[in-house]
Structures are given as structure tokens and as C-alpha cells.
């Protein structure tokens, strides 16, 4: 293999991106072939370092970017068994994210771009999210509703047959993911909150204590989970038998189900209203069995093609990243040396 991609660059028709990601606290590289295959993907999770203070604390997960993101590149290049100078580009996360994440990676990315002279091309992390579809479906094509669903963000987009995105609606207040984190927080079930709540939830019945399901009736496309947040605490508070041991599974099971309920509901209705006949869903959020399982029903029954990553391209990675690089890659689309990162930005 290495050989191969070892020869003249201007012969070889295969294209090489190496991506990074460090927006928020996965420190990722990765090596992605053509924009669809994924010779390497690793991520280095900082969950155990968060935990203890119940969510990410920013200053401590740029300060563990700097320090292995080294390794963690090199690590991406060893496993893809490739040679850096091979890399046709390097791809990385710039907007949004915590700035201090992002700028470990850009620094690294603009070093490696630097040295090897080859094109720095920054991109945008939502956008990545809708692009690790394509490494899975590279023929799935615009004309569909887009919804990422993670720890910073809860964001419907529809984006047409030429891949114009536009935002149609986000959440007003806390993510998605980060309600399950705070509410894991909350009853004491670690960090992060998703995956718990996900397992517990299983053995819950969600029908049992009642919760809202936040603007499930608004006229608009927006989203709002910190009232839900409220509305679980208020309750305990005043039933503090719901935090037994026996009734955590019920609690839990309720507010999953109120959060995914309001996600497909509006998603499917932006569907139908857009007149599109596909679904695009990605975000860390994206990996909730329950979620999962809600979406696909729903799109089996309205004749709707649902298209989820598999769990590990929903959540923070930098194949996302080198995907979405390597169609910017293909038009020319460089950033320069210069470029900033941004912890706000549109998609
Ligand atoms: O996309 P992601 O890895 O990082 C961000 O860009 O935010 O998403 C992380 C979020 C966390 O809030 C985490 O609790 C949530 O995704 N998450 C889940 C599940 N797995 C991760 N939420 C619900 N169910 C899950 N299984
Ligand atoms: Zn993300």
C-alpha cells in the first residue's frame, strides 16, 4: 500500500486527507481515502479526565489537546499505513467549538501543512456532522432535512439537491446532549450523561412519570430542553421518592423519550413540509438507541430514507472532518496559514 501511495503525487489518483478534530474534548485524527475510506480513525476520549466535575471543563481539555495530539496524529498515520508525504491535505476543525480545543488543532494542522507544503483546509464541525453520512452513503446526494443532535449543538437544516445548506432551526437554550449531561449530573449518574441514560432507560418505562415535551407544537423548527431539565428537577423535589433507587430507570426512561419524541417529530414534519423524502441524522445524540430506533420506525412508515451514521460517526471524529476536507480538497477550497477558529459560527 505504501508504496503505491508513496509515488509522484500528480500520478496517483487516489486522494489522501488527513483529518483533525478538537472541538470540544475528543482529541481526533484520521486518514480518509477519496473521502470515503477510512484508512485510519482514532479518537482519544477525555471522559475519565471530565467526569469528576460533571462536564467538559474547557481549560483543562485544550491543556490534554497540546499535550497528545502528537501522538495522536502520528497514530492515525501508522495505523492508515501511509507515509506523511502522501497526505494530499490536511483537514481541520475551526468553527464552533471551545476556542482553546480548537486552536490545538489548528495549530497542529497548520504545522504539519507548513512543513509538508501541502493545502490547510479548515471546515466547519457542523458541517463535517452531515458529511460522516458520506462515508458511509457516498451517493446519497443533496434534498433532504439534516439534523445534528450533540453536546453543543441541536441544529435542523435543509439542504437542497445542490448541497445549499440553510438553517431552519436550533435550540433556543441547552443542546440535546447537553441536557442528558446535566440531568445525568443531576442524579448522579456520571459524564457523560447520553450513554447512561441510554442503558438505564431500557429497563425504565417512560410512560410512567409524566414529563413535557418542550415546543413539540411550536410553529417553528426550534428546539428548548433546559425547561425539560427543570421539569424533571421540580418534580423530584417535590416527590423525592422519584430519586429511589427503583424509580431512577422510570425518570430517566420519561425524559429520553420526551427529548427523542420532539427531535423525530419536528425533523419528520420539516421533512414533509420540504417536500424532501430523506433524513439525515448525526450528532453524539444520534447514537441513542431509543433515538434510533424512533427514526427509523417513523421513516419506514412515511416512506421517508433515513440515513444514521453508525455510532462511532456520530459522535466527535476526525473522518468526518477528512471527508468534508476532501470535497473542499477537490475544488481548490485552501484556507490560508492565517486562519482563526471561532467558538460561534453558521454552518
Ligand atoms: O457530537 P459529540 O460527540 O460532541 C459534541 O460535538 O458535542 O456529542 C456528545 C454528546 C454528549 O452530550 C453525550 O452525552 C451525547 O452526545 N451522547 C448521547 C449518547 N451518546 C453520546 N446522548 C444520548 N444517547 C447516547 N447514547
Ligand atoms: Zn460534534
Not at 316 to 339: F, P, T, W
Request: hydrophobic residues 40%; glycine residues 8%; proline residues 3%.
Amino acid at each position: 500500500m505504501s508504496s503505491i501511495l508513496n509515488k509522484d503525487k500528480d500520478k496517483k489518483k487516489n486522494t489522501i486527507i488527513l483529518g483533525i478534530e478538537t472541538s470540544c474534548d475528543d482529541t481526533c485524527a484520521a486518514v480518509v481515502e477519496n473521502g470515503q475510506k477510512i484508512l485510519s480513525n482514532v479518537i482519544a476520549s477525555q471522559h475519565e479526565i471530565h467526569e469528576k466535575y460533571g462536564g467538559v471543563v474547557p481549560e483543562i481539555a485544550s491543556r490534554r489537546h497540546i499535550e497528545i495530539i502528537d501522538i495522536i496524529i502520528s497514530e492515525a498515520i501508522i495505523q492508515a499505513k501511509i507515509s506523511l508525504e502522501s497526505i494530499d491535505a490536511v483537514s481541520v476543525s475551526n468553527r464552533p467549538g471551545l476556542v482553546g480545543s480548537l486552536l490545538a488543532g489548528v495549530g497542529a494542522a497548520k504545522a504539519i501543512s507548513y512543513a509538508l507544503k501541502i493545502p490547510l483546509i479548515a471546515v466547519n464541525h457542523l458541517k463535517a456532522h452531515l458529511f460522516s453520512n458520506f462515508l458511509i452513503n457516498p451517493d446519497m446526494g443533496g434534498g433532504f432535512i439534516g439534523l445534528i443532535v450533540s453536546g453543543g449543538h441541536t441544529s435542523l437544516y435543509s439542504v437542497d439537491s445542490k448541497w445549499n445548506i440553510r438553517e431552519i432551526g436550533h435550540t433556543l437554550d441547552d443542546a440535546a446532549g447537553e441536557a442528558f449531561d446535566k440531568i445525568a449530573r443531576f442524579l448522579g449518574l456520571g459524564y457523560p450523561g447520553g450513554p447512561v441514560i441510554d442503558s438505564l432507560a431500557k429497563t425504565g418505562d417512560s410512560k410512567k412519570i409524566e414529563l413535557p415535551f418542550p415546543m413539540i407544537d411550536s410553529n417553528d423548527f426550534n428546539f428548548s430542553f433546559s425547561g425539560l431539565k427543570t421539569a424533571l428537577i421540580y418534580k423530584t423535589k417535590k416527590e423525592p421518592g422519584l430519586l429511589d433507587r427503583e424509580n431512577i430507570a422510570d425518570l430517566v426512561a420519561s425524559f429520553q423519550a420526551s427529548i427523542v419524541k420532539v427531535l423525530f417529530e419536528k425533523t419528520f414534519k420539516a421533512c414533509a413540509q420540504a417536500g424532501y423524502k430523506k433524513i439525515l441524522v448525526s450528532g453524539g445524540v444520534a447514537a441513542n438507541s431509543s433515538l434510533r430506533e424512533a427514526f427509523t420506525a417513523k421513516a419506514e412508515s412515511e416512506d421517508v430514507k433515513l440515513f444514521i451514521p453508525p455510532v462511532k460517526l456520530c459522535m466527535d471524529n476526525a473522518a468526518m472532518v477528512a471527508c468534508l476536507g476532501h470535497y473542499d480538497y477537490i475544488q481548490k477550497r485552501y484556507s490560508e496559514i492565517s486562519v482563526d477558529v471561532y467558538s460561534r459560527s453558521d454552518i
